[in-house]
């Protein structure tokens, strides 16, 4: 059996947007095996094509990273020499070094790897892929890898979902709503609770239902901006829970983070509410219909900054209700139904 090792060893967002090209991988190898890290897991058992996920916190890649000791790294390769592959693709994105992944691989004693790197590889890796320095997105910089390791990119390179999806907790009620999720994992990419509950209670107002979505740590931010004019979910949803309620959304509004991702995965257009400390073209929602909103050539733009560097965050906490609502109506319309009433007073089915 053929089987090809693929890398993705940050977030559940970036493990998203190397969906198409995991799908390309998929098209020619027996067997899909995606090393992804503790943050990244998740989305990964959700990709279309991926036969197996092994999880391994990178501590060169992982936000929190752990020491960088023998034993760990010893660990990770014997793991991986046990998966057995023929070759392996490494994705990464514009600011990540993907060499000291590749030396993990060379001491598993993966026979080819591929990786795009502008630095001298020597050994490391068998195919050395060069990319423009800028101007690709995300999802076009990982199939552009793959296609050099000689999977050529699938016919749709839209982000895709594995189905079936759960199903949607009971009080969301029908599809068609609006979901508000307010958290991000970078502090940075999320709008201020008290901007968050404005938009939530001028979208429940003027333009249909309200679900508020977010993870356990986050629920007294879902219950401040979810108020009494939308649906809580916070803390009741997993990644995969939370793509059926994506799934059954006209719009998702939030920031640049994983939901929007996987929101573009289930379909879902988005009214991205962008923080420019990266940059839109690599990293807006994908395949999708969307709308960016926030100051895009604010101080903080390019910083990669996880706390705003900004007094006032005025990137975002300068976008209004009034910019919201109209980009949601762009987007979908106005929803016929359940307008101009509090939660309690929803027309929701079990």
Do not use: K
Not at 179 to 191: E, L, T
Request: include cysteine; charge should be neutral.
């Amino acid at each position: 059996m053929r089987t090809v090792l693929v890398v993705r060893l940050d977030s559940a967002g970036d493990v998203l947007l190397a969906g198409p090209a995991v799908r390309a991988v998929a098209a020619q190898a027996d067997r899909v095996v995606l090393l992804a890290g503790p943050r990244g897991r998740d989305a990964a058992a959700l990709l279309p094509g991926v036969n197996r996920v092994v999880e391994w916190r990178c501590p060169w890649i992982d936000p929190e990273p752990d020491p960088v000791g023998d034993s760990g790294v010893c660990s990770a390769a014997a793991m991986i020499r046990g998966l057995d592959a023929s070759e392996a693709v490494i994705f990464t994105s514009f600011h990540q070094d993907p060499l000291p992944t590749a030396l993990l691989l060379r001491l598993a004693g993966v026979p080819r790897v591929t990786a795009a790197c502008d630095d001298y590889p020597g050994s490391l890796l068998d195919v050395r892929h060069r990319l423009p320095a800028d101007g690709l997105h995300e999802v076009e910089r990982m199939l552009s890898v793959a296609a050099a390791a000689g999977f050529p990119p699938p016919a749709d390179t839209a982000l895709r979902l594995r189905a079936p999806l759960p199903s949607v907790p009971g009080p969301v009620g029908p599809a068609g709503y609006i979901v508000v999720h307010p958290g991000a994992s970078v502090p940075a990419r999320a709008a201020s609770p008290g901007r968050c509950a404005e938009y939530a209670r001028a979208l429940a107002g003027h333009v249909g239902r309200v679900v508020v979505t977010g993870t356990r740590a986050e629920r007294p931010l879902t219950r401040a901006v979810a108020g009494e004019w939308a649906l809580d979910l916070g803390g009741q949803t997993g990644l995969a829970e939370l793509a059926a309620v994506l799934a059954g959304a006209a719009a998702v509004v939030t920031g640049n983070t994983g939901p929007a991702h996987l929101a573009a995965a289930a379909g879902t257009p988005v009214v991205s509410l962008f923080a420019p400390v990266v940059p839109a073209e690599r990293w807006r929602p994908w395949g999708v219909p969307h709308v960016l909103l926030g100051a895009q050539d604010a101080p903080c733009a390019g910083s990669r900054a996880r706390h705003c560097p900004v007094p006032g965050h005025p990137c975002l906490d300068e976008v209004t209700a009034d910019e919201v609502v109209a980009a949601v109506r762009r987007l979908v319309g106005p929803a016929p139904d359940f307008r101009d009433g509090p939660a309690d007073r929803m027309e929701v089915s079990a």
